[in-house]
């Protein structure tokens, strides 16, 4: 079947009811757009900080990462909320990441897991073979 334009962008608004285990029941959530991908991505990204790079010369360079642990665990955690709020934002009921970060750790790790997997954002080992044919 050939999907039209319209089919393909109220892809996005299809929503799955889930099981979640560490809440004994089910929620609704949706997938998120590739904009909101991107917004998650680029939230979990702030706590690598700066990364300086000195060229010396071609065959030899002098590099400088930091990384401060605490603002990458805070970053991180926050890309996972603004996932997850976005995600149980569906059928008219708005999630705001406040009440998302009421929720136990264990919630949000596995409402995280089951958006980024109806999201199509997880890559499959089986993809990855391909890359590595010895495998």
Known sequence: MVLDKLSILK???KVETVHIESLGGEV???PLTSEEWIQISMEEQKGLGEVEVNVGSLRQTDGTLK???QKQAEASFNAKVKAVSLALSCDGEEWEPGEVKQLLPGVIDEIYAKVM???GVNVEEAELDQFHPER
Do not use: Q
Request: glycine share 8%.
């Open 11 to 13: 892809g996005v608004e």
């Open 28 to 30: 609704k959530i949706r």
């Open 67 to 69: 990384i401060n642990l």
């Open 117 to 119: 997997d109806i999201s």
